[in-house]
C-alpha cells in the first residue's frame, strides 16, 4: 500500500492542469451528446473503449450519418495517427512492466504521453505504478466530465444547438496558436514588433507556417471538390502525401532557423 500511495501522491501533481481541461472538454461532448439524443451509456461506453478525444467527437456524426465502417476505420487511423510514433517513442519506457504494459498502451493519449516522457520520476517511486496512476487519472477526469456534461444538458435553460462547434473551435485555437508559434520562433527572439524587410527573412517566415498552409489548403481544395460530408479522409490522405513529400525541406529549415537563434544568442 506504501508503494501505491507514493506513487499515487507522484502521480497526481502533474496531471491536475489536464483535469481542467477535461471537465471542460469532456463536458462539452457530454453536452453534444446529450444534444444529439444519446443516453449516458453511449459517451461513457465511448470514453472507455476509444478514449481519444477529438475522434470521440467525431464519432458522433459517424453514428448519426449512413453505416460505412472502412470510412471509419480510415478516419480513426488518420486522426489518430500520431499515436504510432507516440508509440515508438515510448518503447523504452514501457519495456519491463510486465502486465501494466498493455493498459498503459491502451490509454495512451497526448497528455499521458506528454507526462511520462517528460516528467522525472524519483528514484523513491515505482515507474510503473507512476504511469498507471497517470493514465488512471486522466482518464477518471474525463468519465467526470463526460457525466457532468450529459447530466447538465438535460436541465440547462438554453438550447444547445450548435454546440458541436467547441471541436472546431478548439483545432481553431490550436492552429492560430500553433501559427503564433511559428512566427516567433522564426523571429528568433519572439518580438512581434520587430519588421522583417528582407527577402531571406520573408521566405523563412513562410516556410515556419508551411505545415498551417497546407492543412488549410488540401481542406479548401478536398472540400470543394468531394463536398462537406466526404472531404476529412481525402484532405488526411492529401496532407500526408504533401507533408512526406515536403519533410526535407521543411527539416531544413528549422535546422537554419535554430542556427539562427543559436548566432543571435
Known amino acids: 500500500m506504501a508503494l ?9 501533481p502533474p496531471t491536475l492542469p489536464i483535469a481542467a481541461g477535461f471537465l471542460f472538454f469532456g463536458g462539452s461532448y457530454g453536452l453534444l451528446m446529450h444534444a444529439k439524443g444519446f443516453s449516458i451509456v453511449y459517451p461513457l461506453a ?16 459517424l453514428l448519426l450519418s449512413t453505416f460505412d465502417p472502412w470510412a471509419a476505420f480510415l478516419l480513426a487511423i488518420m486522426v489518430n495517427a500520431r499515436h504510432l510514433f507516440y508509440g515508438l517513442s515510448m518503447l523504452d519506457k514501457f519495456r519491463g512492466l510486465g502486465w501494466k ?29 507512476f504511469m498507471m496512476f497517470v493514465s488512471a487519472l486522466c482518464r477518471s477526469y474525463w468519465f467526470g466530465g463526460i457525466a ?13 444547438k450548435g454546440i458541436e462547434f467547441v471541436l472546431a473551435a478548439l483545432f481553431l485555437s490550436i492552429l492560430l496558436e ?5 512566427r516567433n520562433r522564426q523571429r528568433g527572439d519572439g518580438s512581434r514588433s520587430r519588421p522583417r524587410l528582407a527577402i531571406a527573412d520573408f521566405t523563412a517566415s513562410a516556410r515556419a507556417h508551411v505545415p498551417a498552409l497546407v492543412g488549410l489548403l488540401a481542406s ?36 537554419t532557423n535554430g542556427a539562427r537563434k543559436g548566432k543571435e544568442q
Not at 501505491?4 to 502521480?11: D, E, G, H, P, V
Not at 498503459?104 to 524519483?122: C, G, K, N, R, W
Open 46 to 61: 465511448m470514453g472507455y473503449v476509444i478514449f481519444a478525444g477529438s475522434m470521440e467527437f467525431v464519432t458522433v456524426n
Open 178 to 182: 500553433q501559427w503564433d508559434d511559428d
Open 148 to 160: 457532468v456534461g450529459w447530466l447538465a444538458g438535460g436541465v440547462l435553460p438554453f438550447d444547445t
Open 101 to 129: 504494459k498493455p493498459y498503459l498502451i491502451f490509454t495512451m493519449i497526448d497528455e499521458t504521453f506528454a507526462i511520462d516522457s517528460s516528467v522525472h520520476i524519483p528514484a523513491s517511486v515505482d515507474r510503473g505504478w
Open 4 to 12: 501505491l500511495r507514493t506513487a499515487f501522491r507522484a502521480a497526481l
Open 220 to 255: 479548401a481544395v478536398c472540400l470543394a471538390l468531394f463536398g462537406p460530408d466526404r472531404f476529412m479522409i481525402p484532405t488526411m490522405a492529401l496532407m500526408l502525401a504533401a507533408f512526406l513529400i515536403l519533410r526535407t525541406r521543411l527539416e531544413d529549415a528549422d535546422d
